[in-house]
């Protein structure tokens, strides 16, 4: 099958980046989400970004009016999604937001349509069954921010036809993107499963006393020489993403150890959730928001 045109179906943080990916690449692509002010902010983040990477000339002037002529924004799902090939995913981590928004679009896109979700953490059986067609469902989980971030994991379930991966890692490689493919599910896939269990453990520690977030920080990126510290982290991919996912896994495993941290919980309670609030673990002032 040959994809031509792309609905992204949720215009935050990872909706709008993936849409322009699409654009980029030479796809129709259409980005809707329920809100104009989303679909507004996702439109003047995107100018902006382009505008500097045609100042960097990692695109030409061209290149980038190119994409945008490619690239639409709208509040009507049908709109979006009647005659897209491939649709993805990337509303709020809740399941059952997720389940109802394939069984909406199952009934709008063509027949031969792929049906992906950009789900950091919820596999998609969970979710193919909303739809009349389980073996054309997979994930496509690229990572924050998918404009600068070079993979994607591509997690195949057993409901999922093997022409419906080859589609998915084929449009990844035209976005310019390293797919990888995972045979089998599980929850949080590869790359995140490792986080995750850093993520916690730093929590653990700091919770426990035994040093503030700032140092944990200092020490992973001086000592493991990662790039970011894991509170920088979550600051950077929000707050209530996190805890939102952990609340999905809790629902799955009722594993005590997979509910929201204490701390998690209050942040999220307070509005403070990361870089796009202006306040987490970190403060931030209004140049770095998103």
Same mark, same amino acid.
């Given at each position: 099958?040959?994809?031509?045109?792309?609905?992204? *179906?949720?215009?935050?943080? $990872?909706?709008?980046?993936?849409?322009?990916?699409?654009?980029?690449?030479?796809?129709?692509? @259409?980005?809707?989400?329920?809100?104009?002010?989303?679909?507004?902010?996702?439109?003047?983040?995107?100018?902006?970004?382009?505008?500097?990477?045609?100042?960097?000339?990692?695109?030409?002037?061209?290149?980038?009016?190119?994409?945008?002529?490619?690239?639409?924004?709208?509040?009507?799902?049908?709109?979006?999604?009647?005659?897209?090939?491939?649709?993805?995913?990337?509303?709020?981590?809740?399941?059952?937001?997720?389940?109802?928004?394939?069984?909406?679009?199952?009934?709008?896109?063509? @027949?031969?349509?792929?049906?992906?979700?950009?789900?950091?953490?919820?596999?998609?059986?969970? *979710?193919?069954?909303?739809?009349?067609?389980?073996?054309?469902?997979?994930?496509?989980?690229?990572?924050?921010?998918?404009?600068?971030?070079?993979?994607?994991?591509?997690?195949?379930?057993?409901?999922?036809?093997?022409?419906?991966?080859?589609?998915? $890692?084929?449009?990844?490689?035209?976005?310019?993107?390293?797919?990888?493919?995972?045979?089998?599910?599980?929850?949080?896939?590869?790359?995140?499963?490792?986080?995750?269990?850093?993520?916690?453990?730093?929590?653990?520690?700091?919770?426990?006393?035994?040093?503030?977030?700032?140092?944990?920080?200092?020490?992973?990126?001086?000592?493991?020489?990662?790039? *970011?510290?894991?509170?920088?982290? $979550?600051?950077?991919?929000? *707050?209530?993403?996190?805890?939102?996912?952990?609340?999905?896994?809790?629902?799955?495993?009722?594993?005590?150890?997979?509910?929201?941290?204490?701390?998690?919980?209050?942040?999220?309670?307070?509005?403070?959730?990361?870089?796009?609030?202006?306040?987490?673990?970190?403060?931030?002032?209004?140049?770095?928001?998103?």
């Amino acid at each position: 099958m040959k994809v031509e045109q792309i609905a992204v *179906i949720g215009a935050g943080s $990872m909706g709008h980046q993936i849409a322009m990916l699409g654009a980029l690449a030479g796809f129709r692509t @259409s980005l809707q989400d329920i809100s104009n002010d989303s679909l507004a902010q996702a439109k003047d983040k995107l100018a902006d970004i382009m505008d500097k990477w045609v100042a960097k000339d990692k695109i030409s002037e061209a290149e980038r009016n190119e994409a945008f002529s490619r690239l639409t924004f709208t509040t009507d799902l049908r709109d979006a999604a009647s005659e897209a090939d491939l649709v993805i995913e990337a509303v709020v981590e809740k399941l059952a937001v997720k389940r109802e928004v394939f069984r909406k679009l199952d009934e709008i896109v063509p @027949s031969h349509a792929i049906l992906a979700t950009n789900s950091s953490t919820i596999v998609s059986s969970l *979710i193919a069954d909303a739809t009349s067609r389980p073996g054309s469902v997979c994930n496509m989980h690229f990572f924050f921010p998918p404009l600068v971030m070079d993979c994607v994991e591509v997690v195949k379930g057993e409901h999922t036809t093997d022409e419906t991966a080859a589609v998915a $890692m084929e449009v990844c490689e035209q976005m310019n993107r390293t797919a990888v493919l995972l045979q089998k599910e599980i929850s949080g896939f590869i790359a995140n499963r490792i986080l995750f269990a850093i993520q916690k453990e730093a929590m653990s520690l700091y919770e426990g006393g035994y040093a503030d977030f700032k140092d944990i920080d200092k020490i992973t990126k001086k000592a493991l020489h990662h790039p *970011i510290g894991p509170f920088e982290l $979550m600051d950077l991919s929000g *707050i209530d993403v996190g805890y939102y996912v952990m609340q999905q896994q809790y629902e799955e495993t009722k594993d005590p150890n997979d509910k929201p941290s204490k701390t998690l919980t209050e942040k999220v309670e307070a509005g403070e959730l990361g870089r796009k609030t202006g306040k987490g673990f970190y403060t931030y002032d209004n140049k770095v928001r998103n």
